[in-house]
T-cell receptor, first 114, second 114 residues
Framework: GENVEQHPSTLSVQEGDSAVIKCTYS??????FPWYKQELGKRPQLIID?????GEKKDQRIAVTLNKTAKHFSLHITETQPEDSAVYFC?????????????FGTGTKLQVIP | GAGVSQSPSNKVTEKGKDVELRCDPI?????LYWYRQRLGQGLEFLIY????????KSGLPSDRFSAERTGESVSTLTIQRTQQEDSAVYLC????????????FGQGTRLTVV
């Protein structure tokens, strides 16, 4: 089955700096890569996703890049703000006859220091 | 309701008792997941249902854990003879059956075994 590894497990940055979280996946058939943000005491929520036919996607201060050859994808947050502090999870899934179990990474706890 | 609903939101039980957790997915979502999240930890996959296919039970940690889902409706996660190490937040998520779609999480059930 799919295996998703995520690094780093914790990340502290100064407010205004950039943060990068990296994930690798094992199944070359995976074609959908979402990122979820979980604020303290809340449920995970999708913040951005990318499909395998695209190399990069951006939404305001958040961007995700995908390298299919190397089987890794990354989340980039620019101009970080205290409200970006949360746990971020990457995930990978594939559509095969409608079967698309999502496999999550282990999470990165991001702390933005004011 | 508009989102994934879980009940109860909190459950305190004595060691050795059985507990049943409930998840109401978003209407029309045929994929349903259960995860366990210990304090400060990542998402531990438990079980995945998709339509009428046989569920993927590969994440269930022991035979004390079981889950049922009838069709595309409510799912229940049952933990028998609870142990203190079962204390965690149990999250349910649902999604449409399609290649690459967002998983929507419930608010979770916080289980405390005393």
């Amino acid at each position: 089955g799919e295996n998703v590894e995520q690094h780093p497990s914790t990340l502290s940055v100064q407010e205004g700096d950039s943060a990068v979280i990296k994930c690798t996946y094992s199944d070359s058939a995976s074609n959908y890569f979402p990122w979820y943000k979980q604020e303290l005491g809340k449920r995970p929520q999708l913040i951005i996703d990318i499909r395998s036919n695209v190399g990069e996607k951006k939404d305001q201060r958040i961007a995700v890049t995908l390298n299919k050859t190397a089987k890794h994808f990354s989340l980039h947050i620019t101009e970080t703000q205290p409200e970006d502090s949360a746990v971020y999870f990457c995930a990978a899934s594939k559509g095969s006859g409608g079967y698309q179990k999502v496999t999550f990474g282990t999470g990165t706890k991001l702390q933005v220091i004011p | 309701g508009a989102g994934v609903s879980q009940s109860p939101s909190n459950k305190v039980t004595e060691k050795g008792k059985d507990v049943e957790l409930r998840c109401d997915p978003i209407s029309g979502h045929t994929a349903l997941y259960w995860y366990r999240q210990r304090l400060g930890q990542g998402l531990e996959f438990l079980i995945y249902f998709q339509g009428n296919s046989a569920p993927d039970k590969s994440g269930l940690p022991s035979d004390r854990f079981s889950a049922e889902r009838t069709g595309e409706s409510v799912s229940t996660l049952t933990i028998q003879r609870t142990q203190q190490e079962d204390s965690a937040v149990y999250l349910c998520a649902s999604s449409l059956v399609a290649a690459g779609t967002e998983a929507f999480f419930g608010q979770g059930t916080r289980l405390t075994v005393v």
